[in-house]
Every structure is written in structure tokens, then in C-alpha cells.
């Protein structure tokens, strides 16, 4: 496996990454599958719907399920569930002290997510200066990603990395960066960007993650936590 000696910048997913909403989404999920007698929710199928935009994770759960709402119908529940939670999620083991280890370090950072932007204050407005660290913030709904083009395409990672050379007047190239991702259309898109990907699943999902050596293709390195991340090996 080749990885990137002197990475010049690292580019993060947020949730069930840095921040547990992984939890929250299946949680609040089951409530809805439950009011139609569906569920629970099961990672074969979660696996699925981690890192796509909102509407296109919605139509997939509707499809699965065959619940008898419209994907408007879906997405007001949804939000209704989540708004009273979002303020119960933390960071993940690792995540915070590794955002702060890299901005030490003069490490360009930036937080490339699917979630909207009302989302995203909504998940982050508590963790205090965390999400400040970051150079560069770009949000699913941003208007220069055309729509459909979401993970695993690439296109908020070469957003992010435009933001970080803008920002610092360089011109880092993707193969100079580290994406660190949780879901597998995440893993993907990171490959598609050019980047070396890290590689953290949720504990639960690795039962059902399928072939990880081929996915990563010698183009990342699967971790059980952020904490496992060994720096020096990247010469961060």
C-alpha cells in the first residue's frame, strides 16, 4: 500500500465520524419505522444510506421499507425526531484532539459534509470552539455542487480543497491530502478525489462492510478509531 509522505491537508466527513450522529439518525429512524409497524433498522441497510445527501437517503428508506409517505412527508418527521437530539451528540473518541493536533500543526483542515447547513448548526452549535478549528466548511446544500452529485462522487472534497488553496494561496494537489470517512459512498468519493482515505466505520457496521481491502484499493488504511491514527507514519 502506497500512502502520501508529507500530507499537505486533511479533509473530514462529520457525521458518525467526529460526531456520534450516527446514533441519533437510527435512533430517530426507528421511531418513524416503527409508527408504520417497519423495522428496526439494520446496518446492511444503513450502510447504504451513510454519506448520501438527505433526499436521496429518504427515497432509499421509503423503497426499502415501503412506507406509505412521500419523501416530503418523510423528511418533515425526520427533521421534527432529530431537531430534539441533535443537541445530546459529542465527538467521537480521537476526533477532537486529532482537529486540534493538526491545526497545531499548521495542517489546512476542512469539514466536507452531506448535511445541510440548518443540520449542521444544529449538530455542532453545543461542541463549543471544535468545529471552529476548522479553515475551510462546506455543507451538502452548498449551490456549487450540482445536484446529484453527492457521495461518491468527489465533488465536496474538490470544493473543500478549493476553499483550504483559496484560503492559504497553494496549490495542493488531492494526492497531497488525507480524507478521513466513515461510510462506504464516502470511501468512495475520497478515491474518486484522488486522496488517500482513513478509513473509520462505526463499530457496529464492520460485520457487514463486505471486501474492505478491495474497496480501499491500496488507497487508504482502515482504522477501528481515530485515536489509532499513527501520525508519524504520514509525517503529520
Not at 119 to 137: C, N, Q, V, Y
Request: proline share 6%; glycine share 12%.
Amino acid at each position: 500500500m502506497t500512502h502520501p509522505v508529507g500530507v499537505k491537508a486533511c479533509l473530514f466527513d462529520m457525521d458518525g465520524l467526529l460526531i456520534n450522529t450516527e446514533d441519533i439518525y437510527t435512533e430517530t429512524l426507528n421511531e418513524t419505522l416503527a409508527e408504520f409497524g417497519k423495522g428496526p433498522l439494520t446496518w446492511d441497510v444503513k450502510i447504504q444510506l451513510q454519506g448520501l445527501p438527505g433526499p436521496e437517503a429518504g427515497t432509499k428508506v421509503i423503497e426499502h421499507y415501503g412506507l406509505p409517505i412521500t419523501l416530503k412527508e418523510y423528511e418533515e418527521r425526520n427533521v421534527a425526531l432529530q431537531s430534539l437530539k441533535w443537541g445530546t451528540c459529542e465527538f467521537l473518541p480521537g476526533a477532537l484532539d486529532l482537529l486540534k493536533y493538526l491545526k497545531s500543526k499548521g495542517i489546512p483542515i476542512a469539514l466536507c459534509t452531506s448535511s445541510n447547513k440548518l443540520k449542521f448548526h444544529g449538530k455542532t452549535s453545543h461542541l463549543g470552539h471544535g468545529f471552529d478549528l476548522f479553515d475551510a466548511i462546506v455543507t451538502g446544500d452548498d449551490p456549487r455542487i450540482p445536484k446529484g452529485r453527492g457521495k461518491p462522487f468527489p465533488d465536496v472534497w474538490q470544493l473543500g480543497l478549493k476553499e483550504l488553496n483559496k484560503k492559504y494561496h497553494t496549490d495542493i494537489k488531492p494526492d497531497k491530502c488525507m480524507v478521513f470517512e466513515d461510510g462506504i459512498p464516502g470511501v468512495k468519493s475520497g478515491k474518486a478525489f484522488g486522496a488517500h482515505v482513513i478509513w473509520v466505520p462505526h463499530p457496529e457496521a464492520h460485520a457487514v462492510l463486505g471486501d474492505t481491502e478491495t474497496l480501499l484499493a491500496g488507497k487508504g488504511e482502515l482504522l477501528s478509531s481515530l485515536e489509532k491514527l499513527e501520525k508519524a507514519k504520514y509525517g503529520l
